[in-house]
């Protein structure tokens, strides 16, 4: 799928950035593993901790402790300041819960909120998944289900 998602970002002359909490990079590496990946790619950062997303991200105190980080609205101000930090056409963030432990009843293993934003319109999307599903294997499901999303979104851009 990225190499989908590269086509078309490179046909429409789009620039992408991406935030990552739970995927740790993947997206990342998964958007840079296609050859010429610097004709799109602007900037793409792992904001792990709270404190990382506050500081590079914008996102606010009130939503983190009001929603957590495990949320659409941390999802929303992820991608949101990361388009007032790199004006890339479309901005993508990933925020959840990748296990083996850490989730609970309302926030459970398995749960991840991930947004897109660009400058006419956002989506934010929640995905869940099966939390006995082993931590790199979630992972990859978490991206993979963010890729089909931007090239779904990259028809309305």
Excluded: H, W
């Excluded at 007032?84 to 850490?102: F, H, M, N, Q, R």
């Amino acid at each position: 799928m990225e190499n989908k998602v590269a086509q078309i970002l490179i046909q429409k002359g789009l620039t992408i950035s991406t935030a990552e909490s739970c995927t740790g990079g993947l997206l990342s590496s998964k958007l840079t593993d296609v050859a010429g990946s610097s004709a799109y790619i602007r900037l793409n950062v792992v904001t792990y901790a709270n404190d990382a997303k506050q500081k590079i991200l914008g996102v606010s105190r009130k939503t983190l402790e009001n929603c957590g980080a495990v949320s659409g609205e941390c999802a929303f101000e992820m991608a949101q300041g990361l388009y007032k930090l790199t004006g890339s056409d479309i901005c993508v963030s990933t925020t959840g819960i990748a296990g083996p432990s850490g989730g609970s009843a309302e926030k459970p293993v398995g749960l991840m909120y991930s947004a897109i934003y660009s400058q006419k319109q956002y989506k934010i999307y929640k995905i869940l998944l099966q939390p006995d599903i082993e931590r790199i294997v979630m992972k990859e499901k978490f991206v993979q289900a963010v890729l089909n999303n931007i090239y779904t979104f990259l028809d309305f851009v």
